[in-house]
């Protein structure tokens, strides 16, 4: 979690918390908060999500990420679904008040200067492909769909904020620049409120 070179010293007792000791450095944390890693869905996780999307989960396989507050943020779906649908979208954002934020961040236009940037700016580019085929190879060790679409319009297009933050969220930052840039423009606005 909060690993750094120096730090020889015994472990806290009860782990990294909610980061309110000490002052946080006001953008690009070195992880956003909450749970990492997959964990088995539990029936309360899975009345949850229903309720969270307005239906019962289709797919799903894993809780990939909790708001800090513990409730499921983003979950990790099958590449088909029950009755055999294909479903390329191995990272699905669940938290309600994240995906409004989304909706509303993407409502202003900011996926297309993200699509033009990709084409001009190298390290960007290059990094947005590393995160396809990261996704892509995630998926398919799971299972193949035969198809070298990964999702949300990589590696040459923003299309989908939600699912750029729901990659983000669960791999955590360094794997998707766009997702995590995405978390960055949210940061003033969540985790916050029944989230935090
Ligand atoms: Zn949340």
């Known amino acids: 979690m909060n690993e750094s ?13 909610d980061g309110s ?12 908060p909450g749970s990492r890693g997959l964990e ?3 029936e309360h996780d899975r009345a949850v999500v229903t309720e969270q999307l307005g239906r019962p989960p289709r797919g799903i396989r894993a809780i990939a990420y909790r708001c ?28 309600p008040r994240l995906c409004s934020l989304v909706s509303r961040l ?8 993200m699509t033009e940037r990709l084409a001009t700016d190298p390290d960007l580019g290059r990094a947005y492909l590393d995160a396809h085929r990261s996704y892509l190879a995630q998926r398919n060790a ?10 949300g319009g990589m590696p040459g297009r923003v299309k989908c904020l939600h699912v750029h933050v729901a990659h983000s969220l669960a791999c955590g930052p360094g794997i998707n620049p766009i997702g995590d840039e995405t978390l960055e423009l949210l940061a003033d606005s969540w985790p916050q409120g029944d989230c935090a």
């Not at 000791?21 to 992880?31: I, T, W």
């Open 5 to 17: 070179p120096e730090s020889a010293e015994p472990r806290e007792p009860h782990g990294p918390q």
């Open 40 to 42: 088995p869905v539990s």
């Open 68 to 95: 800090p507050s513990g409730h499921p943020g983003v979950v990790q779906t099958n590449p088909r679904l029950e009755d055999g649908t294909p479903f390329p979208t191995l990272y699905y954002l669940t938290c």
């Open 142 to 151: 799971i299972e193949s769909l035969g198809t070298e679409v990964s999702a």
């Open 21 to 32: 000791r000490g002052p946080r450095e006001p953008r690009v944390p070195a992880e956003p």
């Open 106 to 113: 993407e409502s202003t236009g900011v996926m297309r200067e």
